[in-house]
């Protein structure tokens, strides 16, 4: 996976709360998923969830697993808040 990612001609980055896990996998289930996007099948589309840092242990350790799982977090130090959105998204960009 690690390789196809630095073949990507695109990256689209999702902005995301950290206790949205239904609408990160509604994503990897739909327009994001390997079986329904051949952009994203072949490498040249590859897509990473943008977060804010959780605020309690127990959402860090199922951030923790969920990129073990997927591999398509990016945890920002921005503090969670609709003023901030912007803000998380250029950081990342």
């Known amino acids: 996976m690690e390789l196809e990612r630095q073949r ?4 689209a980055l999702v902005l995301s ?3 949205n896990y239904e609408n ?3 994503i990897r289930e739909t327009w994001a998923s390997r079986k329904r996007s051949q952009a994203v099948k072949n ?3 590859v897509v990473f969830f943008i977060l804010s840092s959780p605020k309690f242990h127990y959402e860090l350790e199922e951030l923790v697993e ?3 799982v997927f591999n ?3 945890v920002t130090d921005v503090i969670e808040s609709y ?4 803000l ?3 950081k990342n960009g």
């Not at 003023?83 to 912007?86: G, I, Q």
């Open 72 to 74: 398509d977090l990016i």
């Open 88 to 90: 998380k998204a250029r």
């Open 66 to 68: 969920e990129q073990r």
């Open 43 to 45: 490498g040249t589309v």
């Open 83 to 86: 003023r901030n959105l912007l």
């Open 8 to 11: 990507a001609d695109y990256i």
């Open 17 to 19: 709360r950290v206790n």
């Open 24 to 26: 990160r996998r509604a």
